[in-house]
């Protein structure tokens, strides 16, 4: 059974940083490019960063570029979302996923992906 466990959601005050951590487990976590989506309230789920198999490639929201950095660590089967300079608009439900053949450039779509989470809630305060 396929299990993506996320962790390290929180409250923080705008300018601020958070880290989210995503454990997996029960599948072949090298052969799954890794991501990041959120849902704020009364609004769709969004992508937010994805991570290659082994990390060389890495895509971003373009509001969060610069500000958010994904990586992953296979030999733990976690991928980790470090978040900087948070704002107010960064609130919202943060999901990880995976994505077993995900499409060119990373570019992760809620319709296929493999597995989601059941997120975490990261609220930043102004």
């Known amino acids: 059974q396929v299990q993506l466990v996320e962790s390290g959601g929180g409250l923080v005050q705008a300018g601020g940083s958070l880290s989210v951590s995503c454990a997996a487990s029960?599948?072949?976590?090298?052969?799954?490019?890794m991501g990041w989506f959120r849902q704020a309230a009364g609004k769709e789920r969004e992508f937010v960063a994805a991570?290659?198999?082994?990390?060389?490639?890495?895509n971003y929201k373009d509001s969060v570029k610069g500000r958010f950095t994904i990586s992953r660590d296979n030999a733990k089967n976690t991928v980790y979302l470090q978040m900087n300079s948070l704002k107010p608009e960064d609130t919202g439900v943060y999901y990880c996923?995976?994505?077993?053949?995900?499409?060119?450039?990373?570019?992760?779509?809620?319709?296929?992906?493999?597995?989601w989470g059941k997120g975490t809630l990261v609220t930043v305060s102004s």
């Open positions: 996923v995976a994505d077993r053949n995900p499409p060119v450039g990373l570019e992760l779509r809620t319709s296929v992906i493999d597995y």
């Open positions: 029960g599948l072949a976590f090298s052969t799954y490019a």
């Open positions: 991570i290659s198999w082994f990390g060389g490639s890495t």
